[in-house]
């Protein structure tokens, strides 16, 4: 793209200036000085001579790059990329740092804190003033005068360091542009904020008495000081800082006062010590600092004018008052306290109001009086008006024509404000800027009193509008963007204008954008729209010559809002040396001021916002222009960008054209014209101007887009005139109107799902709630009309950005489709459904309020046929936009048919996509729009009856068969039906009864014709079926398809007809919601979730009204699959959760009952059936326990474990319905343990008793384990008692018999030889769970079972738990493989074998794998009945008994499905092929102990160590003893040769003296082998280790005796015993019993079996040790 770029000097482009060649963006000129900033950073000075073009010169700045720059006093101030400022004097050529830096601050402690430089981006220049402004949008000042808007309007008090405006803290200010002698900025709009009375007060501490480095300051606000930020307060127009949330106590404080930052608020203290910049003398504690740095002891007398400041360290408080008012008029001492209290809200802040302050906010207020005196001719003299910087002029202005007012105000403010804040609050109602917006300033004569309160009972509530809100998909505050957002949102331009936020190109015209990415695209687009609209603009200094534009002549030294411009879109302001002008987003021009006699050019009009077109304009003059007047150019031109010199104006059309406002001649009157600049083929662009001096940049602009530009100004001028003067007006009628009412938001979702509700039960809206309705619709529609407007202000604001050469990259429709289709789409929905129900029609009092107040202008808007009803007025201005889309689908027809023209084939693919979008939309706009009339005339026809049940906004007809005949099959002849079908339902009306049928739930197929029935047609429905008959064919074709298109449309669309591609036919599988009302099991419920042709299938939700509820999967109409089902009863809800098979629960699940117990296992017709566990109760409570085992019909029935833990008793054995049936055996915490036969839950006949101390009892027992009849009692020593016993052993036994003493020597065990004979055997335990698997596998009874098949259906299964997993949010990754079949052989081999064992590895080890389930089921009985609190050692051989039983019938399973293992009672030996790897022998407990045995270990390691417990008692107590023995003596005492420790060369005796006392230095590597036998699991793994602490002990020897040397038993067996003691295993004897109970028959013998006898050995010689035997 071709750029150029022009200067030249004033009116005349023929007075060439010289220019940088690179791009300009920023021009600062005074008298013959011109300065350059390019966009490479660079800095350049033109100094000029008369007509001559001058020289140019760049000013070296080393690495800086400037990025803005001003001409002030005879230097340049410029602004570099890092935000640093500086200057440079033009003579000197000396450039010096210009700190601007936050003032320091002390805290109450007397910790000091210097203040944080301050990062700069703009600064601009007056005659006296200098403004910079911040990254932060922070204004920060040098120089004198009104124009700093430093609550000062002396000319003595220079501020020679920048200070902060603090009027703009928490506000953002956008741009910012200097007079000379006046000051203009652009602020973005606070919107208003809705108060929360719920909220609590939450007193916030002034952060800037608090500093970071203060160690108290940190503690006192709890860290806050370090991240609190100013941003959190916004201002009021007194410049106080009001709290954000300050809604605390259920009244609108909308101006309450906000804690102070600083106790040095003032301006006037934070020039004088800003920073460590700052003289080292000043006091910063000091109230009474100068701007100049010096003490303030001027006499009151002379401090005339407005001063509003804190003095917090003078000012006492006083009771009675919520504020310290401090009257500063000229006969009063600065210092004279009137009174302060404590905040209402528990905080100490106080509020300081001026009396002078006052008179000023009230003269601003009633400016139109002023401004109305000056068109009246009462002027106030020229020598007033001349004088820039008069003091007195607005106090004048008051006392003469307001004085009545002012005066009392300012006795009000001077006696006291008890309720300050709440009358601030109403204050806010005549000065707030959010209001004018909205045409709701209020008239404020002389006699009223802005201070006299509303009655207690009116709540003051700020208006606002959803368009006025701000919620940004970025999360942020609604009064402050976030940096990131800021910085994006507004940036300044080539032009010096602003920029708001546009969506990259990425993906721009994909069709396959996510929705949920359109939708937040959409909100970013409507968002930056808000933002650009919502503007205002304020100003302040000088105002002899009206260039205030506040209607007066009034000087001010505070900012003033302009209130005529506040949202209007301004996007740019400049200044002159005493005019200004500012620019809209819409292209029209708005100025004020007075350089000369004429008014540049402008047209005067009553009301700024009363002229929608710029070409209908007043033509009265006023040599003074005081307000903003719209300026006219030549033929209606609009304007994309604007510069002003000192008394001219530089205006680049949309056209690219060029005009001059003001004098070519001095000796020429006031003039626009158009001047030539640069090549015909080029179109300016941009423009720069300051003093004199003007550069404009032009380059290559597409015809296209200009007309485009220039539509879109237009239509957004229409829009934002309607939004002003009908919208929001309107959305204050309306929330008056519903205010009381329950308030819903509309959402169409929410309101269809209502309405079918409503209408399948034949409920009936009331009035009321319809009337709310409507109501609720058009605020919704209303809203979405500023939505629209919004959109525009962004597309036009991206095209006035975009310089891309491709015309589809500037076009927002083109290079957005999606995202503005989306907006205008929402718009539509809206706007056709209210539409449908009469919302565009207007009450009375919605049309005396709004439109019969709008101005007469608007009527220009509207055609005259339009004009007849105030509701017709109203439609055709809301229904504009619905226009404008089929004007962009012809725009983009017509980009179409010249695309051979201008555009490449690439470019007008991407022009077709777009037509195509938007041609869709049209269409479907257009459809929409006659389907809502249609329904309009429909509910205006039908009965009220029908309309009040049936009405909703989002309904539409689609035939009716009064016009469209259809009736029921075989109907009576004096029966009377009808149908009429909508968007959602169909209606059946029979008289005055009618029925309503979802179209979510209705399949319909056509009837083939029979002599029974022509052109029939079929529809099915949830609970029953219609036949319906059409006169003709014809008649029928059309009733199907408008079935079929009501069915895809209430199915797929959700409303938004047109956006969807639509199937050929509505799909059979669907997801809707039905309430049931005749089928029996369904009664009243609600389910919603998915259909097949009626039925319920899928996954779904069923809900009933008592609170029964079912969620998961269906089939066929009945609960089948995977799904939870809650049943409420009085004492809770009781939940069955599982698999579910024809509406019952079939297989594993689990049932939570409503008093908390819970069963978990399989099930059959929803009841326990099969192995299952319950629990009862919880641990603490008395009726805890857990049973464990099988389960019949809902019954404990088979073997199964109850542990009662309350109790501390455990039963192991046999039940029956529920009760102890058959051989048991119940042990206790007391050590009892006895067994026998169980009868009905009674112990009875012949059984044996166990205690803890050995004895036993064998003969009659009775229920609870007492003694009931004949028997034997015999004790450890020998001794017996036979005869008859009775009661228990805890309570004492009576008996009757005979004692024996026993002769033989005691048995240590004393196991009774019918120990076991009432117990269940190990293979009858347990076979549900295995059952369990063989049925999942497919594994019978039958001999012949085909393997293949066996692992198609393992197979299956996987699958089948996969799908589950998934369902259940589960992952399947882990199943690595095993769900592929593997290859079978015929032979087994080493590395098959390897094979199938890596595979049973992942199996045991993975959950959805059958053999893991059952691993798993397993484990858990194992650990049920071996486990817990009541673990008892007599249990010990039952469990090894289960061990091997596991063993063995895992084994069996497995060799089902690897066939070619060997049988249980047969070794395989498998050599392998590799050397270095050890040869297998295959058994059964090869193949199964390495993945049962680690589960199992800790219950049975437990029962080994507690059975173990005496000797192994024994044996560490020996162990103790002789490990406090050093090596010598415990080698010597066992008998080690000294050969094996005794280094060469020495003696016994020299050795003692050296190691005599050394410990655990010998065979280290052997003992800590042997010290990881407790760590194994398997016996095989524990003699591995045994043989490898062999081998270290084997080592250690040869290393020191030679390879060669052999053992013998006797020298190895003392070294090994040595390894032993040494190891400290505690339980050593558990260890190896474990083994030996474990251990393969094969692997006692050999080389294994020696060297675990040998460790046996060595336990028992260590047992049996005399402890006085050791040295």
């Given at each position: ?833 209210a539409l449908a129900i009469s919302g565009l029609t207007l009450s009375s009092k919605e049309a005396i309020g709004v439109i019969e107040k709008c101005p007469a202008v608007l009527s220009s808007l509207v055609p005259e046929s339009k004009r007849k009803t105030n509701s017709e007025y109203f439609a055709h201005l809301i229904l504009r936009p619905l226009q404008h889309i089929h004007e962009y689908a012809e725009f983009l027809m017509k980009m179409k048919q010249d695309s051979e023209t201008y555009y490449s084939p690439f470019t007008l693919d991407k022009i077709k996509i777009a037509h195509a979008h938007w041609k869709q939309l049209s269409n479907a706009a257009h459809k929409s729009q006659l389907e809502a009339e249609s329904t309009k005339t429909y509910w205006d026809t039908c009965s009220p009856k029908i309309m009040e049940a049936l009405a909703n906004p989002i309904r539409r007809i689609l035939r009716d068969s009064r016009t469209n005949p259809i009736n029921v099959h075989n109907a009576g002849r004096f029966s009377s039906h009808s149908f009429v079908l909508f968007t959602d339902i169909l209606v059946h009306i029979q008289y005055s009864n009618f029925s309503t049928y979802s179209l979510s739930t209705m399949w319909v197929e056509p009837v083939p014709n029979t002599s029974n029935i022509q052109n029939g047609i079929h529809i099915t429905l949830p609970e029953e079926t219609l036949t319906l008959a059409c006169p003709t064919s014809s008649d029928k074709s059309q009733w199907m398809y408008a079935l079929q298109e009501g069915i895809k449309r209430s199915v797929l669309s959700k409303g938004d007809s047109g956006m969807q591609v ?548 006797d020298d190895l067996f003392p070294v090994f015993q040595y390894v032993v003691v040494r190891s400290r295993i505690q339980h050593l004897g558990a260890e190896i019993q474990l083994i030996d109970d474990l251990l393969d028959p094969h692997m006692q013998h050999g080389e294994l079996g020696i060297m675990f006898t040998t460790l046996r050995a060595c336990y028992y010689q260590i047992q049996n040790e005399k402890v006085s035997h050791m040295l």
């Amino acid at each position: 793209m071709m750029v150029a770029t022009h200067g030249w000097r004033g009116g005349d482009p023929k007075n060439m200036l010289i220019v940088p060649t690179e791009t300009v963006i920023r021009v600062a000129a005074a008298d013959d000085l011109t300065v350059f900033v390019t966009a490479g950073g660079r800095l350049y000075v033109g100094q000029y001579n008369g007509q001559d073009r001058g020289s140019l010169q760049q000013v070296e700045l080393g690495s800086r790059c400037v990025r803005d720059a001003a001409v002030y006093k005879g230097q340049v101030v410029f602004v570099t990329d890092a935000g640093e400022v500086f200057t440079q004097d033009l003579e000197k050529k000396e450039v010096h740092p210009l700190p601007v830096v936050e003032p320091k601050k002390t805290c109450t402690h007397g910790q000091e804190e210097k203040g944080r430089r301050v990062r700069v981006r703009s600064v601009a220049a007056g005659s006296d003033h200098v403004l910079f402004l911040s990254n932060h949008d922070e204004i920060w000042v040098q120089g004198r005068g009104p124009a700093l808007g430093l609550f000062t309007n002396k000319i003595e008090n220079e501020i020679t360091n920048p200070a902060r405006v603090d009027f703009f803290k928490g506000r953002r200010v956008m741009q910012v542009e200097a007079g000379a002698y006046f000051t203009v900025a652009l602020v973005e709009a606070l919107p208003p904020v809705h108060p929360d009375p719920s909220q609590e007060s939450d007193h916030l501490p002034d952060f800037d008495s608090y500093v970071r480095s203060c160690e108290q300051c940190r503690q006192e606000t709890g860290d806050r000081v370090l991240f609190e930020d100013i941003d959190e307060f916004d201002k009021c127009p007194l410049g106080l800082l009001v709290r954000k949330d300050a809604f605390t106590d259920g009244r609108s404080d909308l101006l309450s006062p906000a804690p102070s930052r600083s106790s040095r608020n003032s301006v006037f203290h934070e020039d004088g010590e800003s920073s460590d910049y700052a003289p080292d003398e000043l006091d910063p504690t000091s109230g009474e600092v100068s701007c100049d740095g010096t003490t303030l002891n001027t006499p009151v007398e002379q401090r005339t004018g407005i001063e509003l400041k804190e003095m917090s360290r003078v000012h006492k408080h006083s009771e009675g008052s919520d504020f310290e008012v401090v009257d500063c008029n000229d006969e009063t001492e600065i210092g004279k306290e009137v009174g302060d209290r404590k905040l209402s809200s528990g905080g100490t802040s106080s509020l300081f109001i001026n009396a002078d302050a006052a008179r000023q906010f009230i003269s601003r207020q009633l400016s139109w009086m002023t401004a109305t005196s000056i068109e009246q001719g009462e002027l106030l003299a020229d020598e007033r008006v001349n004088n820039k910087y008069h003091i007195d002029s607005a106090t004048e202005l008051i006392k003469e024509n307001v004085a009545s007012a002012a005066n009392s105000a300012a006795s009000l403010v001077a006696t006291g404000v008890r309720t300050v804040s709440d009358k601030v609050g109403q204050l806010s109602r005549h000065f707030s800027s959010s209001e004018v917006a909205d045409g709701e300033l209020h008239d404020l004569s002389p006699d009223s009193d802005p201070f006299i309160l509303e009655s207690s009972s009116q709540t003051l509530k700020p208006k606002m509008s959803k368009s006025e809100t701000f919620n940004t998909s970025t999360g942020s505050l609604p009064r402050k963007l976030s940096d990131e957002h800021t910085r994006k949102t507004h940036t300044r331009t080539a032009s010096g204008g602003l920029s708001f936020p546009k969506l990259g190109r990425d993906g721009l015209l994909a069709l396959d954008k996510d929705p949920k990415q359109v939708e937040k695209n959409s909100g970013i687009i409507v968002d930056g729209g808000r933002h650009i609209l919502n503007t205002e603009v304020w100003a302040w200094g000088s105002a002899n010559r009206g260039q205030l534009g506040l209607g007066d002549h009034s000087h001010r030294s505070t900012p003033t809002s302009v209130a005529t411009l506040n949202h209007m879109g301004v996007t740019k302001v400049v200044c002159g040396s005493h005019h200004s002008a500012a620019l809209t987003i819409d292209g029209e021009v708005f100025v004020w001021g007075d350089s000369f006699s004429s008014p540049l050019g402008a047209t005067q009009t009553n009301d700024v916002a009363n002229n929608p077109s710029p070409n209908k304009t007043s033509t009265k003059a006023d040599p003074a222009v005081n307000t903003p007047q719209r300026l006219e150019l030549p033929e209606g031109s609009l304007v994309r960008d604007l510069a002003s010199g000192d008394n001219f104006l530089i205006i680049i059309s949309v056209d690219g054209l060029v005009y001059y406002v003001g004098k070519l001649r001095e000796e020429e009157e006031t003039t626009v014209e158009q001047i030539p600049v640069g090549d015909a083929a080029l179109r300016c662009r941009s423009v720069l101007c300051q003093c004199d001096s003007v550069v404009c940049t032009s380059d290559e602009m597409h015809p296209q887009v200009i007309a485009f530009l220039k539509e879109e100004m237009k239509y957004l001028n229409l829009l934002k005139f309607v939004a002003q003067h009908v919208v929001k007006p309107f959305q204050l009628v309306t929330e008056v109107s519903v205010k009381g009412k329950t308030s819903v938001t509309p959402h169409r979702d929410k309101v269809s799902a209502t309405n079918d509700k409503n209408c399948s039960n034949g409920k009936l809206y009331s009035l009321m709630e319809e009337s709310n309705q409507l109501h609720q619709t058009k605020q919704v529609l209303l809203d979405s009309y500023l939505d629209v407007t919004h959109a525009v202000a962004s597309s036009i604001s991206d095209m006035l950005d975009e310089q891309a050469s491709d015309v589809t990259a500037v076009i927002p429709i083109i290079r957005q489709v999606e995202e503005y289709k989306s907006i205008y789409q929402k718009y539509i929905n809206i706007v056709c459904d209210a539409l449908a129900i009469s919302g565009l029609t207007l009450s009375s009092k919605e049309a005396i309020g709004v439109i019969e107040k709008c101005p007469a202008v608007l009527s220009s808007l509207v055609p005259e046929s339009k004009r007849k009803t105030n509701s017709e007025y109203f439609a055709h201005l809301i229904l504009r936009p619905l226009q404008h889309i089929h004007e962009y689908a012809e725009f983009l027809m017509k980009m179409k048919q010249d695309s051979e023209t201008y555009y490449s084939p690439f470019t007008l693919d991407k022009i077709k996509i777009a037509h195509a979008h938007w041609k869709q939309l049209s269409n479907a706009a257009h459809k929409s729009q006659l389907e809502a009339e249609s329904t309009k005339t429909y509910w205006d026809t039908c009965s009220p009856k029908i309309m009040e049940a049936l009405a909703n906004p989002i309904r539409r007809i689609l035939r009716d068969s009064r016009t469209n005949p259809i009736n029921v099959h075989n109907a009576g002849r004096f029966s009377s039906h009808s149908f009429v079908l909508f968007t959602d339902i169909l209606v059946h009306i029979q008289y005055s009864n009618f029925s309503t049928y979802s179209l979510s739930t209705m399949w319909v197929e056509p009837v083939p014709n029979t002599s029974n029935i022509q052109n029939g047609i079929h529809i099915t429905l949830p609970e029953e079926t219609l036949t319906l008959a059409c006169p003709t064919s014809s008649d029928k074709s059309q009733w199907m398809y408008a079935l079929q298109e009501g069915i895809k449309r209430s199915v797929l669309s959700k409303g938004d007809s047109g956006m969807q591609v639509m199937p050929r036919a509505p799909p059979l599988i669907r997801s809707a919601s039905h309430t049931f009302t005749k089928i029996a099991q369904y009664k009243d419920a609600t389910y919603n979730g998915q259909w097949f042709c009626g039925k319920l299938h899928g996954e779904g939700t069923m809900a009933w009204p008592d609170g029964r509820r079912y969620e998961g999967q269906f089939r066929q109409g009945v609960y089948q699959g995977l799904g939870r089902l809650e049943v409420p009863s009085s004492g809770g809800v009781t939940v069955y959760e599982g698999m579910w098979k024809n509406g019952k629960l079939e297989g594993k699940g689990i049932i939570r009952y409503a008093n908390k117990d819970v069963y978990i296992g399989y099930l059959r017709e929803s009841q326990p059936h099969g192995h299952g566990e319950l629990k009862k109760g919880r641990f603490s409570s008395q009726a805890a326990s857990v049973y464990t085992g099988e389960w019949s019909s809902g019954t404990k029935h088979g073997y199964g474990v109850l542990d009662e833990i309350a109790q501390g008793e455990k039963y192991l054995g046999m039940w029956q319905n529920n009760n102890r049936h058959g051989p048991g055996m119940v042990v206790t915490m007391n050590g009892v343990y006895y067994e026998g036969n169980f009868y009905q839950n009674k112990l009875t006949g012949y059984g044996l008793m166990m205690f803890e101390d050995r004895t036993y009892y064998e003969g009659e027992l009775g229920a609870g384990g007492t003694f009931a009849g004949k028997g034997t009692l015999r004790y450890p020593s020998g001794d017996s008692i036979e005869g008859t016993f009775s009661g228990s052993w805890e309570d004492g036994i009576k008996i009757n018999g005979m004692l024996h003493k026993g002769l033989a020597p005691p048995d240590e065990e004393n196991i009774p030889k019918s120990f076991g004979k009432f117990s269940v055997g190990a293979s009858q335990k347990w076979e549900c769970i295995l059952q369990e698997c063989r049925d999942k596998l497919g594994i019978t009874s039958t001999p012949e079972v085909s393997t293949s098949k066996i692992w198609n259906n393992l197979a299956t299964q996987l699958d089948a738990e996969k799908q589950l997993a998934s369902r259940q949010g589960g992952t399947t990754d882990f199943l690595d493989g095993i769900d592929r079949i593997p290859e079978l052989r015929d032979e087994l081999s080493y590395q098959h074998f390897m094979d199938i064992h890596l595979y049973l590895g992942k199996a045991f080890g993975c959950r959805l794998h059958p053999l893991g389930q059952l691993l798993l089921s397993l484990v858990d009985a194992f650990r049920a009945t071996y486990g817990g609190v009541v673990a008892h050692p007599r249990l010990l051989p039952y469990a090894v008994q289960e061990v091997h039983s596991f063993t063995s019938r895992l084994f069996e399973i497995v060799r089902v499905l690897f066939p070619n293992l060997p049988g249980e009672n047969e070794n395989l030996l498998l050599e392998s092929e590799n050397e270095d790897e050890e040869d297998i022998v295959v058994t059964p407990a090869y193949v199964i102990h390495p993945w049962l045995l680690p589960h199992l270990y800790s219950p049975l390691s437990t029962l080994y160590v507690l059975y173990h417990q005496p000797k192994d008692e024994e044996y560490w107590q020996r162990l103790l003893k002789w490990n406090k023995q050093p090596d010598t003596a415990l080698m010597t005492f066992l008998g080690v040769d000294v050969k094996f420790w005794l280094p060469e060369g020495t003696s016994l005796i020299e050795s003692s003296r050296t190691i005599g006392t050394m410990k655990d230095q010998h065979f280290t590597e052997a003992i800590e082998t042997l010290q990881m036998l407790s760590t194994s699991f398997s016996p095989r793994d524990k003699l591995n280790l045994i043989h490898r602490t062999f081998q270290q002990v084997s080592k250690a020897v040869m290393t020191k005796l030679g390879s060669n040397y052999l053992w013998s038993m006797d020298d190895l067996f003392p070294v090994f015993q040595y390894v032993v003691v040494r190891s400290r295993i505690q339980h050593l004897g558990a260890e190896i019993q474990l083994i030996d109970d474990l251990l393969d028959p094969h692997m006692q013998h050999g080389e294994l079996g020696i060297m675990f006898t040998t460790l046996r050995a060595c336990y028992y010689q260590i047992q049996n040790e005399k402890v006085s035997h050791m040295l």
